[in-house]
């Protein structure tokens, strides 16, 4: 499955930033999805993932501001980030994941969010 995300921009802190990861084949409603992020100089790391049935799963460092969901019929995903702090600054990737969470596919470009402060 192929997944692009968009949706990034510049940010102020405190504001809101809905992401978007489109598929381009069907499958897209057989796989769950996970977004990872990379912010500059550091390593890229998970924060969500949503199963086919609709179940999440974030890392605790950003339980409670994002929230992951998908729309089946639009082969969309979605993170939404509230409350925006200048450390989610970072390039947003979204990728199929298999039950642990791993990436299945090849990295895409991703999309950058920038948060000023």
């Known amino acids: 499955v192929q997944l692009q995300a968009s949706g990034g921009g510049l940010v102020q802190a405190g504001g809101s930033l809905r992401l978007s990861c489109a598929a381009r084949?069907?499958?897209?409603?057989?796989?769950?999805i996970g977004w990872y992020r990379q912010a500059p100089g550091k390593q890229r790391e998970w924060v969500a993932s949503i199963r086919v049935g609709g179940s999440t799963n974030y890392a605790d460092s950003v339980k409670g501001r994002f929230t992951i969901s998908r729309d089946n019929s639009k082969d969309t995903a979605y993170l939404r980030i509230d409350t925006l702090k200048p450390e989610d600054t970072a390039v947003y990737y979204c990728?199929?994941?298999?039950?642990?969470?791993?990436?299945?596919?090849?990295w895409g470009q991703g999309t950058l969010v920038t948060v000023s402060s």
């Open positions: 990728q199929p994941v298999d039950l642990s969470d791993r990436p299945l596919s090849s």
């Open positions: 084949e069907i499958t897209f409603r057989f796989n769950a």
